[in-house]
C-alpha cells in the first residue's frame, strides 16, 4: 500500500508538520488537581518521538469554575498547571513534533461517578445537557462574556509557552455544541435563535476573541461533530445549505482549519455523494480540513467504552479520500494510545507490527 501523500509536509501560517498524521485529542484524566505530570509530558514526547507530525493534546479546561466535569482532567490555566503544559511542548519540540492544546469548557455535564462535583454548578446555554436532563444553570450575559474571555487567555497562554497552534473544542455536546444544538439552546437572547447560523454567536464571538489574542499569523483550528454521543446518526447540519450556514461563520470569525469529528471517517454525510463531513467542510469553505473516526482500525471509539476491542484495518481508502482532496489531515486517536510508533510502523510498511487496540488501554498512560 502506498501511504506517500499521509508523509507530505504541510505548511498553514505556524503549522510546519512533517507530514499529515495529526494525534487526535482524547482524553485521559491522568492530571491529579488539573496538573499535568511529568508522565503526561512523557507520554506525549513518546508519540512525537513516533514520528507524529502535529498533536492535538486531551482536552485541557479553561478558567471558568465549573469548565470541568472531571477532577483529573488538565487545566489550561494557573500557573502549575501552565509550568506542567510548559514541560509537555519543550519535550514534543524536541522530539521533532508540533502541538496544540484543545480548550475546553464541557459545558452542563452528568456529575461524575466519584461523586466530584465542581465549586459551583455546570453552566451552559440552559439548564439542559440534553432533552429532558436537566443539571445545571443558564449563562448569564456577564458568565458568556467571561467565558469568551476565558478561552482568549488559555489561546494566548498557549502561543506564550510555545504551542503551534490552538483547537477550541466545539463539539460531541460539550458547551459550544450545546449552543450550536436547539434542543440545549432555548435561549430568545442574540445567543439563542431557530436556525444553526443565528445559534453560532457564541462560537464566533469565542473565535474573535481568540483571534485577537493570539494575532493573525497563529494557526486556528475548531473541531466540530455532527453527531452527539448518544445519537450518531444525528445531524446538526441536515444538508449541505444548512452546514454552508454553519461553516462560514466560524470560518469569517478567523478559523483556519476544521476538524471535523465523525464516527466512521469513509461514511457519507449527506445522499447523493460520497464525500465525508471534512470532505464536505473544504468544498464548502474552502479551509483546511481534518478527517477522523476510526482511522486504522475496524471499530469505533465509543464501542471501546463498552468493552469492545477492535483490529487494524486497511487506510486504502484514507488515501483514496485523501488523493483525492477531500481532505488535508488525518487525526488518529486510539492507534496512536496503544502504540506510540503507529505513524513510523505505517510509514515503513510494517503493517504486521500493528497492534489492535482494547478498553484496557484506556486505564494507563503508556
Request: aromatic share 10%; charged share 20%; with cysteine.
Amino acid at each position: 500500500m502506498n501511504t506517500d501523500s499521509l508523509f507530505k509536509p504541510f505548511s498553514l501560517k505556524t503549522l510546519n508538520t512533517k507530514n499529515r498524521i495529526v494525534m487526535a485529542p482524547m482524553t485521559r484524566s491522568f492530571s491529579p488537581g488539573g496538573v499535568p505530570t511529568d508522565a503526561v509530558a512523557e507520554y506525549y514526547a513518546k508519540r512525537a518521538a513516533g514520528q507524529v507530525g502535529l498533536i492535538l493534546s486531551e482536552g485541557t479546561v479553561i478558567n471558568r469554575p465549573s469548565s470541568s466535569a472531571d477532577p483529573n482532567i488538565p487545566h489550561f490555566y494557573g500557573d502549575q498547571a501552565l509550568a506542567g503544559w510548559q514541560k509537555v511542548i519543550n519535550d514534543v519540540h524536541a522530539a521533532g513534533a508540533q502541538m496544540g492544546p484543545q480548550i475546553w469548557h464541557q459545558g452542563v455535564m452528568e456529575n461524575h461517578a466519584s461523586g466530584w462535583l465542581p465549586a459551583t454548578p455546570f453552566e451552559g446555554p440552559s439548564a439542559l445537557q440534553r432533552p429532558g436532563f436537566e443539571n445545571g444553570i443558564p449563562m448569564t450575559d456577564a458568565a458568556i462574556a467571561d467565558t469568551i474571555a476565558a478561552f482568549g487567555q488559555a489561546a494566548a497562554d498557549a502561543k506564550a509557552l510555545g504551542y503551534d497552534t490552538v483547537e477550541i473544542h466545539g463539539a460531541h455536546q460539550y458547551l459550544i455544541d450545546q449552543f450550536f444544538w436547539d434542543a440545549t439552546n432555548t435561549r430568545t437572547d442574540i445567543y439563542g435563535g431557530k436556525t444553526l447560523s443565528e445559534r453560532t454567536r457564541f462560537a464566533v464571538e469565542v473565535i474573535k476573541e481568540v483571534r485577537k489574542r493570539v494575532g493573525e499569523d497563529f494557526a486556528l483550528i475548531i473541531r466540530l461533530s455532527q453527531f452527539k454521543p448518544a445519537a450518531y446518526d444525528f445531524k446538526l447540519a441536515k444538508n449541505e445549505s444548512e452546514m454552508e450556514q454553519w461553516l462560514t461563520p466560524l470560518v469569517d470569525a478567523g478559523i483556519d482549519i476544521l476538524h471535523c469529528s465523525q464516527r466512521r471517517f469513509w461514511e457519507p454525510e449527506f445522499e447523493g455523494s460520497d464525500l465525508n463531513f471534512a470532505g464536505w467542510a473544504k468544498k464548502i469553505t474552502g479551509k483546511a480540513t481534518i478527517t477522523v473516526g476510526s482511522v486504522g482500525l475496524d471499530g469505533d471509539f465509543f464501542g471501546a467504552f463498552a468493552g469492545q476491542s477492535s483490529q487494524p484495518s486497511s487506510l486504502e481508502e484514507l488515501v483514496r479520500r485523501m488523493d483525492r482532496g477531500d481532505f488535508d489531515l488525518v487525526a488518529v486517536g486510539r492507534p496512536l494510545l496503544s502504540d506510540a510508533n503507529w505513524v513510523e510502523k505505517i510509514k515503513n510498511n510494517h503493517l504486521d507490527e500493528l497492534k489492535g487496540f482494547s478498553k484496557e488501554a484506556l486505564a494507563e498512560l503508556v
